[in-house]
């Protein structure tokens, strides 16, 4: 048996308590559960009695073992998870996302690769074969963050030289409480709801991340059309915050191409409707067709391309939106 580690599982959630039920029976069938001191689960504003009935339940067979806090509104993940950091008793705090599936071997490597002298963050996997989502993620994500995936393939440390070179989250990270809860202190009045890029810049100022192949969890995206498309269009604001107001590196660059092109484009419209047309039909064309740089065979390509059009015009109208807010909010506050 794997020895017993000053470890809180901090699991943040909302309306999905199915999932949250799942990954306990993952974190008790893998051994998990013996060694950490607690698992706190935080309900980020559920609406559903049902869902907030079902974390209720869980504390019935845990009970020894089982913390849950149902916050009153829905405050956003970063809220979740200070109030997860501030509920949990341990020197060192494990976030996990509901949706995450952990293998047999979770706690051996957890315990394995755990070490005072720095953090440690699980590797991604995702199984492609599952559906058209989940090989339109890993195939994305892997050409765009290419040397993540290669890197995962042995291990590397996430420091401050390299912190923009490696894809980063909390969907499975292990941090010191006190210095979470300090860094939250800091961003609590921000207005931060679900990114975590600027938590986690902060962290690795003072310790590095370990991110090994043998500590991984399995994820994937949701796995139906209108959900996907939603949780990428949510995924802008914070993508807009960090890559556009903050870091202007290589993603600023293209997000301003695009917004360019649409500015020309609806000019277009306007003046010559035709041309207008030719010129937004010529641009889906350009979008159905890159996905041809990802994709591995004729039959991949066929599948991808129209969820990769659908996703792109989703996630760019997040991201779009967001620019405009936050560049509105940032003159008012002049």
């Known amino acids: 048996m794997a020895q017993a580690l000053d470890i809180s599982i901090v699991i943040p959630t909302k309306d999905s308590a199915s999932a949250v039920v799942e990954l306990l029976k993952g974190l008790e069938r893998s051994g998990t559960l013996k060694v950490s001191t607690e698992v706190v689960v935080v309900d980020d504003g559920s609406k559903s009695q049902t869902e907030m ?14 913390k849950v806090e149902f916050l009153e509104s829905n405050l956003g993940r970063f809220m979740a998870r200070y109030r997860g950091a501030q509920i949990a008793s341990s020197r060192w705090l494990l976030f996990l996302d509901a949706r995450i599936r952990v293998p047999e071997d979770f706690a051996s490597t957890l315990v394995k690769n755990f070490s005072e002298k720095h953090m440690l963050m699980g590797s991604t996997q995702i199984d492609e074969t599952q559906s058209v989502y989940d090989l339109y993620w890993k195939r994305t994500h892997d050409k765009i963050f290419f040397r993540n995936a290669q890197a995962q393939n042995a291990q590397f440390f996430i420091t401050e030289s390299n912190f923009e070179d490696y894809v980063k989250g909390t969907g499975c990270l292990l941090v010191p409480r ?13 207005g931060l709801h679900s990114d975590d890029t600027y938590l986690m810049r902060d962290l690795v100022s003072v310790m590095p991340i370990l991110v090994t192949s043998d500590f ?20 802008g ?52 067709f890159s996905s ?43």
């Not at 991984?216 to 995924?235: A, C, G, K, Q, T």
């Not at 301003?256 to 000019?267: E, Q």
């Open 237 to 288: 604001p914070g993508f807009a915050e960090y890559h556009i107001f903050e870091v202007r590196g290589a993603f600023f660059k293209v997000v301003i191409l695009g917004i360019i092109f649409l500015f020309v484009n609806g000019l277009t419209l306007f003046i010559s409707p035709a041309s207008g047309a030719w010129l937004s039909l010529f641009a889906l064309f350009a979008l159905f």
């Open 178 to 190: 006190h210095e979470f809860i300090r860094v939250c202190e800091k961003y609590k009045e921000s």
């Open 53 to 66: 009935q079902k974390l209720a339940d869980l504390k019935a067979k845990y009970p020894d073992h089982l």
């Open 216 to 235: 991984y969890f399995l994820w994937s995206p949701r796995r139906s059309l209108i959900p996907f498309l939603l949780r990428l269009w949510e995924r």
């Open 292 to 334: 041809v740089f990802f994709s591995k065979s004729v039959a991949e390509f066929i599948r991808l391309a129209p969820l990769h059009v659908a996703s792109l015009i989703a996630y760019g109208a997040g991201i779009l939106w967001a620019v405009c807010k936050l560049g509105l909010e940032k003159l008012n506050s002049r």
